[in-house]
């Protein structure tokens, strides 16, 4: 199973199409939040089952604020972020994920990517595809396999500008 995953696009959705003409066929596409208001269009472009939630600047949007899903054996946990303070670090989050049974927790905010392994979860932040904050200022992504033994593999992508 090939997973996209991409966060904090803050309507600028031009990168997300890059990627998924570089990464296609996937079969799923996950958002971290703050798409502000172009679910419907990433969707129709991404051709595969979408799960997405608000950011803190989607005003008035009418998608959930947290979604909890499985893919394969793994409970997965998606959220922006900006409630359980991640521009600190990933414990907070990590510790309400464990709390709820969570395997692998996805969130955004930051724009920094991230995959923190530890105590049996993985905490999973894409960065930003439109606005980077880490060192180098490229847009990164992260795409997420799932193998016939059911074991993960995360791999952070960079887009040139």
Known sequence: MKILIVSDSHRHSENIDKVL???????MLIHCGDVEGEEYKIGKKA???????????????PLPSEREFELKKHKVWLTHGHYYNV??????????????GIDIVMYGH???????????IVAVNPGSISYPRQEGRKPSYIIMEIDKEN??????????R
């Open 21 to 27: 003409r570089k990464v296609k066929p996937i079969d």
């Open 47 to 61: 051709g595969c089952p979408m799960e997405i939630v608000t950011g803190n600047n989607d005003f008035f949007s």
């Open 87 to 100: 521009s600190m670090g990933p414990e907070r989050i990590m510790e309400e994920a464990k709390a709820k």
């Open 110 to 120: 930051t724009h920094k990517p991230v995959v923190h392994e530890k105590g049996g």
């Open 151 to 160: 074991k993960l593999h995360f791999t952070i992508n960079f887009l040139e």
